[in-house]
């Protein structure tokens, strides 16, 4: 988590931190400061705040338990690494971590950078429209952009921005 000074922003835009205003300080995951940097800019960090790794044995067992049955598996029928695949992950993470020792992983942090994760995908989208087509949004929401735009009267479907499906408004 990183706390910054939001910069300046394109108002035709959405910003890659909804709803402040430039010059206030806010704590953003890493994922907002990646595509800061992908837009060429580099707000100000006045702290940042790291939690230590979160290691949980039954995942690591999993996966070398996975490994060595793939390894094992190579050169034989590959119908039953799906079916022992879906054995291991239900048993093994419902009983070690869903009801097990690790139930109480409290890591805000997490919710924050899935949260910012989805919403720098979607301005993503709205960045690459706005460069290769010049038409800007009238509203953003977290997973869904608005236009006002005839543009699938002009744009061919292999071309339409983002390769997303605009319908026309009824």
Same mark, same amino acid.
């Given at each position: 988590? %990183?706390?910054?000074? #939001?910069?300046?922003?394109?108002?035709?835009?959405?910003?890659?931190?909804?709803? =402040?205003?430039?010059?206030?300080?806010?704590? #953003?995951?890493?994922? *907002?400061?990646?595509?800061?940097?992908? &837009?060429?800019?580099?707000?100000? *960090?006045?702290?940042?705040?790291?939690? !230590?790794?979160?290691?949980?044995?039954?995942?690591?067992?999993?996966?070398?338990?996975?490994?060595? %049955?793939?390894?094992?598996?190579?050169?034989?029928?590959?119908?039953?690494? !799906?079916?022992?695949?879906?054995? $291991?992950?239900? @048993? =093994?993470?419902?009983? &070690? #971590?869903?009801? @097990? =020792?690790?139930?109480?992983?409290? =890591?805000?942090? %997490?919710?924050?950078? *899935?949260?910012?994760?989805?919403?720098?995908? $979607?301005?993503?989208?709205?960045?690459?429209?706005?460069? &290769?087509? @010049?038409?800007? !949004?009238?509203?953003?929401? $977290?997973?869904?952009?608005?236009?006002?735009?005839?543009?699938?009267?002009?744009?061919?479907?292999?071309?339409? !921005? @983002?390769?997303?499906?605009?319908?026309?408004?009824?």
């Amino acid at each position: 988590m %990183w706390r910054i000074t #939001v910069p300046e922003w394109d108002p035709r835009l959405p910003s890659p931190v909804a709803k =402040r205003e430039a010059g206030s300080d806010i704590w #953003v995951s890493s994922e *907002i400061i990646r595509l800061y940097q992908a &837009e060429g800019v580099m707000p100000d *960090i006045s702290e940042a705040w790291l939690a !230590p790794s979160h290691r949980i044995p039954a995942l690591e067992d999993f996966a070398s338990q996975l490994r060595s %049955w793939l390894d094992a598996m190579k050169d034989t029928d590959a119908e039953l690494i !799906p079916k022992l695949m879906y054995q $291991t992950l239900a @048993g =093994r993470l419902y009983s &070690e #971590v869903g009801y @097990g =020792r690790y139930n109480d992983i409290d =890591r805000p942090d %997490w919710g924050y950078a *899935i949260r910012d994760n989805s919403w720098c995908s $979607t301005v993503r989208h709205t960045y690459k429209i706005a460069r &290769e087509h @010049g038409i800007y !949004p009238t509203a953003v929401f $977290t997973d869904a952009l608005y236009y006002e735009t005839n543009v699938l009267k002009l744009l061919p479907h292999e071309d339409r !921005p @983002g390769h997303f499906i605009l319908k026309p408004e009824s």
